[in-house]
Nanobody, 115 residues
Framework: QVQLVESGGGLVQAGGSLRLSCAAS????????MGWYRQAPGKQRELVAG???????NYADSVKGRVTISRDNAKGTVYLQMNSLKPEDTAVYFC?????????WGQGTQVTVSS
């Protein structure tokens, strides 16, 4: 069984920063794609940023220049450094990973940005 455990969400003022972490645990042979999605109330879940095992990244246009995704393959962990946060970044953030060729999701962590 594989689990993704997220941490690092919280309440921050506009312009502030947060760092999210997501660690994969369990019977892991290989972790390919890892990414962060978010879902705001009444909106669809959207990709925030993704990173391949080789380190290739992609970002949503709305976060480019403010967000950096990184990973530690040895630890099976992905990070999301978010700077210059805006109220519109408020959402539940979900970790997603392709582990052993299967798709897994974390439980979600709330990020709230106050104006």
């Amino acid at each position: 069984q594989v689990q993704l455990v997220e941490s690092g969400g919280g309440l921050v003022q506009a312009g502030g920063s947060l760092r999210l972490s997501c660690a994969a645990s369990g019977s892991i042979f290989i972790v390919n794609f890892m990414g962060w999605y978010r879902q705001a109330p009444g909106k669809q879940r959207e990709l925030v940023a993704g990173i391949t095992r080789g380190g290739r990244t992609n970002y949503a246009d709305s976060v480019k220049g403010r967000v950096t995704i990184s990973r530690d393959n040895a630890k099976g962990t992905v990070y999301l450094q978010m700077n210059s946060l805006k109220p519109e970044d408020t959402a539940v953030y979900f970790c997603n990973a392709l582990v052993n060729l299967n798709d897994y999701w974390g439980q979600g962590t709330q990020v709230t940005v106050s104006s």
